[in-house]
């Protein structure tokens, strides 16, 4: 199944990065992303920027399942949350 906007409606609520290394221009940036947790009406993703073999950025953003006409957050329904899981950051 696949995620769309549409059907998915998401905000970013926070999001906070740490600077390892630099980065450079014209040198491809590898960004590997997972899930770190799952709640009822939010998720944790977790990122690291990748250069040359060298971590140079992490970060964590919360992501809320919205409701743009209501304006409020709204529970994630299952079969979203099983998507996300297939995302988990398994160590």
Same mark, same amino acid.
């Given at each position: 199944?696949?995620?769309?906007?549409?059907?998915?409606?998401?905000?970013?609520?926070?999001?906070?990065?740490?600077?390892?290394?630099?980065?450079? @221009? &014209?040198?491809?940036?590898? $960004?590997?992303?997972?899930?770190? +947790?799952?709640?009822?009406?939010?998720?944790?993703? *977790?990122?690291?920027?990748?250069?040359?073999?060298?971590?140079?950025?992490?970060?964590?953003?919360?992501?809320?399942?919205?409701? @743009? &006409?209501?304006?409020?957050? $709204?529970?994630?329904?299952?079969? +979203?949350?099983?998507?996300?899981?297939?995302?988990? *950051?398994?160590?």
């Amino acid at each position: 199944m696949e995620i769309r906007r549409e059907a998915f409606p998401l905000i970013l609520a926070h999001s906070d990065y740490d600077f390892m290394g630099q980065l450079y @221009f &014209n040198h491809d940036v590898e $960004v590997r992303t997972w899930i770190t +947790k799952i709640g009822t009406k939010s998720f944790n993703v *977790y990122h690291e920027a990748w250069q040359q073999d060298r971590l140079c950025v992490k970060g964590n953003a919360v992501v809320v399942h919205y409701d @743009f &006409n209501a304006e409020n957050s $709204v529970p994630i329904p299952e079969d +979203k949350r099983e998507l996300l899981a297939e995302h988990m *950051y398994k160590p």
